[in-house]
């Protein structure tokens, strides 16, 4: 993938496995499946004719919305996965993600106080992980998901080693 | 600190045995105190209903009564005994410690929690005391860690001076001034400089002309106009609770905001604050983490200013309580706000820190200003003057040697400062109308606090130049920062205090020559912890 405009100049992205995109396929399903099967509850009972409100455009037309919208996040998904991205550098790590609403985030290894790795099932079952990265600040919210389980493990201890290394205090 | 004392005893060559101190107990008196408000509600429970009844002009006691007293006496009693039985069980059981490296609390006789502070790490250290403790003498000792939420240790209520003697105790330790084995009645307080105080009326001032008068006005307006449109006059009623609750505001803020005093001492910034409540905190020397410097629009016709600052313990200004302790001043004239500025950043790393200040605070660039930077503050560029058709000229972010500065807000002036070893992390963010004008913001993650330092609409090569350069400024500051232990780096701002710097031990050898350390203020910020 080509580097996006806020990227830091000369940075060779690491990216996500691309079995990542499942992940998402999953969650995105069941978020949505539950979503419209809610939302069409009134054109259910419109058709069955037991509510007279809201009238029928009504009751078509939002679940309709939000279809086209899920089928739109669906389709963004693979690009998503994607567009995630890091880089260790010599005293940070960098963590890029997003195609619309972008964003390059730095965490210097010495701020990091602890290192989080994640597996929820779905992942378990393909083999991947999550990392996160806390700092002291709570805005500091760095995600590495849809990492390989191997490449989870040495980054933990990658990034703790060199944490140990830079700590500083506050 | 002992600095005249004993300064021998201290000196880092000569390693003193870790000798613990004392385990002490809180005032006695503490949890009636602190559970008066139960005490009263017992009070008011049975005191309601005779007061009741005689209002109704009956008996003083209930007819019924006479049988039952008896067993009531002795519920009554029962529940006192339990009461003051639990009171004094949880003065017996807590006790506190000051340590080498620690101070330790233990609580309950249930439910034990040893608790454990390391002194490195003290954030600030605060001495409240509530209307009822300060009637008694007493006061609260709190202390903070780098931990957001709960204060790491608490002790309520020791008498003032115990107080005081601990704070000064535990400030000298976390210093690296004392590391033998004294015990807190031989360390003095620091002694301490007054640098500023806000005068009643220019508080009562400046909470007239603040937003909430703003929103009071604009709501009573609307009130008036939709009660004379409907004519209906009971909308006022109505209006009743809501007048309370404002009321009640700007009591809050006038009771946290009087008699509004800030010191410089060695131990760090004082602040000294409230009517019936007081409240004295001790904001060690580059603990701050982000300065925020604010102007509402009416303040303008003053040139008033107040600031809040992120302190790592302090944590959300979601509560009263909280929004007062994050307050570094509450109202003051641009002098008190650059000589604040010094004291939190006694290096600001630029050659005249008072127009780069002035032009954060207040200026705004001229429009043709991509060409020629005026006050050195680096703007949105014009080319994105739709997305911020106000801010543009005003949104800007100007990077010294120690710290980077961030101006926004056309109406609302804000001016945010983060000192470079003070960053976490930072991201850049981008959404699509941002691209289409090409620009983006910069994010500094601080912690938690009132304070989120953004650097709004800069132009995409300035933020991406930015980011890789803050990074490295980040990464340079921290480098330098070798102990938590901030000893002799306030640069003194009265020759009281001055003289008690060259009396400090020496922790660091670069500070061998203490008036070194007075002259280069790169040396400095060296070892702001």
Known sequence: MHTEAIDPPGVQWLRVSPKYVTVRLVEWAIGNVVMLAFLSLPLIFVLLGWWRWPPLWLAITVPAVMLVLALWRLVLIPRQVRAIGYAERDDDLLIRRGIFFQRTMVVPYGRMQYVDVAVGPVERSLGLCTLKLHTASAGTNAQLPGLPSAEGARLREQLSARGEARLAGL | ?529
């Open chain 2, 1 to 529: 600190m002992s600095l005249e004392s004993s300064p021998t005893e201290s000196l880092p060559g000569k390693p003193e045995p870790a000798v613990d101190g004392p385990w002490n107990r809180v005032h006695p008196a503490s949890p009636f105190v602190r559970g008066w408000v139960a005490l009263a509600a017992v009070g008011f429970f049975f005191g309601r209903d005779a007061f009741e009844r005689m209002l109704q002009g009956r008996d003083f006691l209930d007819p019924n009564l006479s049988g039952r007293v008896p067993w009531l006496l002795a519920g009554g009693a029962a529940v006192l005994l339990l009461t003051v039985g639990g009171f004094i069980l949880s003065w017996y059981f807590t006790r506190y410690q000051v340590a080498a490296g620690y101070v330790r609390v233990n609580t309950g006789f249930l439910f034990k929690q040893q608790r454990q502070a390391r002194l490195d790490r003290v954030q600030a250290i605060d001495i409240v005391q509530p209307l009822l403790a300060r009637i008694f003498g007493l006061a609260e000792l709190k202390f903070e860690v780098a931990d957001a939420g709960e204060s790491a240790v608490r002790l309520a209520y020791l008498p003032l001076d115990q107080a005081k003697q601990l704070r000064a105790t535990i400030l000298a330790r976390a210093a690296g001034a004392v590391s033998g084995p004294e015990t807190a009645e031989e360390i003095p307080e620091a002694p301490e400089h007054v640098v500023l105080s806000v005068p009643p009326s220019r508080l009562i001032g400046s909470l007239l002309l603040s937003e909430q008068t703003i929103g009071i006005l604009a709501g009573a307006a609307v009130v008036v106009v939709v009660s004379v449109l409907t004519q209906n006059q009971t909308l006022f009623l109505a209006l009743i609770p809501g007048v309370l609750g404002i009321g009640a505001a700007y009591w809050n803020s006038f009771n946290k905001g009087y008699n509004f005093t800030a010191a410089i001492s060695p131990d760090g910034i004082r602040l000294r604050y409230g009517l019936l409540d007081t409240q004295a905190q001790t904001l060690p020397p580059g603990r701050i983490q982000a300065l925020m410097v604010t102007q509402p629009p009416l303040w303008r016709i003053f040139g008033w200013y107040r600031m809040h600052v992120n302190v790592a313990g302090y944590g959300v200004s979601g509560s009263s309580e909280g929004a007062a302790r994050t307050m570094l001043l509450p109202v003051g004239m641009k002098s008190d706000v650059l000589r604040m500025m010094s004291l939190v950043l006694p290096d600001p790393g630029v050659e005249d820190p008072e127009r780069v200040f002035t032009a954060g605070l207040d200026g705004i660039s001229s429009v043709g200003a991509e060409s020629t930077p005026g006050d050195g503050f680096i703007t949105t560029p014009r080319r994105a003057r739709l997305l911020a058709p106000l801010g543009w000229r005003r949104n800007g972010f100007f990077a010294t040697r120690t710290a980077l500065l961030i101006r926004s807000g056309r109406w609302w002036h804000t001016l945010v400062m983060v000192p470079h070893q003070r960053t976490q992390s930072m991201a850049l963010h981008q959404g699509p109308w941002a691209r289409r004008f090409g620009v983006a913001d910069l994010v500094l993650h601080t912690t938690a606090g009132p304070v989120s330092p953004r650097v709004f609409q800069a132009g995409v090569e300035q933020a991406v130049e930015l980011f890789d350069q803050q990074a490295a400024r980040a990464r340079e500051a921290r480098k330098r920062q070798t102990s938590e232990q901030w000893l002799a780096q306030v640069a003194p701002q009265s020759p009281e205090v001055a003289a008690t710097i060259p009396a400090q031990p020496a922790q660091q050898q670069q500070l061998a020559d203490p008036t070194q350390a007075q002259t280069s203020p790169q040396q400095e910020d060296r070892h702001d912890g």
